[in-house]
């Protein structure tokens, strides 16, 4: 049998399995991080790169090939590398380590606690694959990451929306004191804020949309996938606003409050599980103050995900952006 009738009879290849997460039509920029760290490498000696055998993948190869002489492979051991990083940011240099998410929250967290959180050492944490990016089953679906870190004391946590919050993201992450982890998109990223009065800033929430009858408060790409269901409900006469939170701790919960504090109809969008993430952020923001608003998860569920191409499981657990449109019409209609 010929490729050309293999590719037509198996639409969906196991290469979708770990293709882009940009919607058909989204522009996307090629390994942002690897270029952004090397734009502050060029001004700052002290940027040195480590990563655990996954250069290639986390698009440390870019800095890697134009700072050889500061660039670790540090081979499978996410333990030995966040220790190794550690001793460097001890002498007063600013490591940025990548590994997939999974490697550095499952396999890594007590190095990242006790070597790391526990010294506020600026080191900062690029992990790739996080939550449903990738087809290839729990072992490497790190949907439950953010729930790990949120308790650890003095660490960042950060979920990009796209290429423009990693590009700027990064020379503050270097800049800034103490450790960080970012929930890192690589390859081919979507790039939609630019479209946006945007700028990241470390710390705090964006309201990128306006809009009077819906809000969607979200973070890494369901950023996107808000912001692009937010058009297509502009056809059932729906006006949604997008609130983007890329730093999950600190939580902005003053911006998040004050937007929430309305009488439209408000869900959260989160690319993790519905435990101990963005909704759960909120809910706490929530129980601590008088707003006494109603909530509603977009969310993965709390269990274990199946394998298979990315846009068919993101069409199964709802986080598409067609998923997204179907939800927000559901709830308005619960409303009367």
Known sequence: MS?????????????AMIASIADPGVETTRAP?????????????????????????????????????????????????????????????????????????????????????EPELNVNVMAALPGLTTGYGPSHQATEDISILRGMPNLTIVDPADAVDIEQAVP???????????????????????????????????LVRPGTDVLLIASGLMTMRALLAAEKLAAHDVDVAVLHCPTIKPFDAETVLAEIDSPRLTLTCENHTVIGGLFESVAAALARRPVGRPVHPIALPDEFLDAGALPTL???????????????????????
Request: aromatic residues 10%; neutral net charge.
């Open 3 to 15: 490729t050309s009738n293999t590719a037509e009879q198996k639409p969906l290849r196991s290469a």
């Open 172 to 206: 503050q992450l270097a800049a800034a004191p103490g450790p960080s982890y970012t929930r890192l998109l690589r390859g081919a990223v979507p790039r939609v804020l630019h479209e946006y009065d945007y700028s990241f800033e470390l710390g705090k929430a964006k």
């Open 33 to 117: 991080f690897g270029h952004a760290l090397n734009a502050v490498a060029a001004q700052d000696e002290r940027i040195v790169g480590l990563t655990a055998d996954l250069g290639k993948y986390t698009d440390l190869h870019i800095f890697g090939r134009e700072h050889p002489q500061r660039y670790y492979q540090m081979g499978m051991a996410e333990q030995l590398m966040l220790g190794a990083a550690a001793g460097m940011a001890q002498t007063g240099l600013v490591p940025f380590v990548t590994t997939y998410s999974v490697f550095a929250t499952r396999r890594a967290y007590d190095f990242l606690c006790l070597d790391i959180a």
């Open 314 to 336: 993101h069409d199964r657990y709802g986080l598409s952006t067609d998923a997204v449109v179907a939800r927000v019409l559901t709830e308005l209609d619960a409303q009367g």
